[in-house]
């Protein structure tokens, strides 16, 4: 058992080792395979000595390979979407490290001050970012509302949640699943820029919105 742990740690390592080189859709892949030999490894030792060490790295490797997401033709045709649709408002447009399509909606266009209901003017890129959605079903949303540090934690927690809210609203009455859509406040617990101008207190002011396909799994091997 142990010579079979050895081995599987060794090929876990070699395997993160080797990301560096990688694309990022491939890194994503190859560290969740990673994660997933190693958690399959330590199941199938407790549950089967050696051979379930084995067995276990394996399985967890196909479960973990497709615990990531995929940035597909179809997620990168919705970034260009959104950039046209976006383009001269303010609104940053770009793929995270682990594949997630973001929009960051600064205030001055998502809501007033101390406000949640929507403004005008984010309106029409809500009506973009809808028909995207509706064109590739196969992703889900996660709306994550920020605010800066002004007023404390039992005004601007619930305000940053309601954002979320506001917006995920808004996309549900153009028709977008609710099914789909997840959302979370932050309060002003994760500023991307110290609160301590009211320019830079306005950068933490904002609704990020990540968009994310599920790397599909692989199917399940035949029984012998």
């Known amino acids: 058992m142990t010579t079979r742990m050895t081995i599987t ?19 994503g892949t190859t560290q969740g395979a990673a994660v997933g030999a190693g958690t399959g490894a330590v199941i199938g ?7 379930g060490a084995a067995i276990g790295a394996g399985s967890g490797a196909v479960l973990g390979a497709g615990a990531g997401y995929l940035w597909s033709q179809r997620m990168e045709e919705q970034r260009k979407q959104m950039e046209a649709a976006t383009a001269g408002t303010g609104v940053q447009v770009s793929q995270t490290a682990d594949n997630r399509l973001m929009l960051n909606i600064p205030s001055d266009i998502s809501f007033d001050t ?3 209901d929507i403004k005008s003017n984010f309106r029409p890129i809500l009506d973009s970012f809808a028909t995207s959605l509706l064109n590739n079903p196969s992703t889900t949303v996660m709306i994550v509302g920020h605010t800066d540090n002004t007023g404390n934690d039992a005004i601007n927690n619930p305000l940053s949640v309601n954002r979320a809210a506001s917006t995920r609203d808004y996309l549900v009455s153009r028709n977008v699943p609710i099914q789909r859509i997840q959302i979370d406040g932050r309060g002003s617990s994760q500023p991307v820029a110290p609160n301590d101008s009211s320019y830079n207190r306005a950068k933490n002011r904002r609704v990020e919105i990540f968009v994310m396909e599920q790397q599909a799994s692989s199917p399940a091997l035949p029984q012998q």
Not at 10 to 22: D, F, Q, V
Not at 45 to 51: D, E, Q, T, V
């Open 9 to 27: 740690i060794l090929t876990i390592s070699l395997m993160l080792g080797g990301c560096a080189a990688m694309t990022d859709t491939q890194r």
């Open 45 to 51: 030792a407790l549950i089967g000595g050696g051979k």
């Open 114 to 116: 101390g406000r949640a």
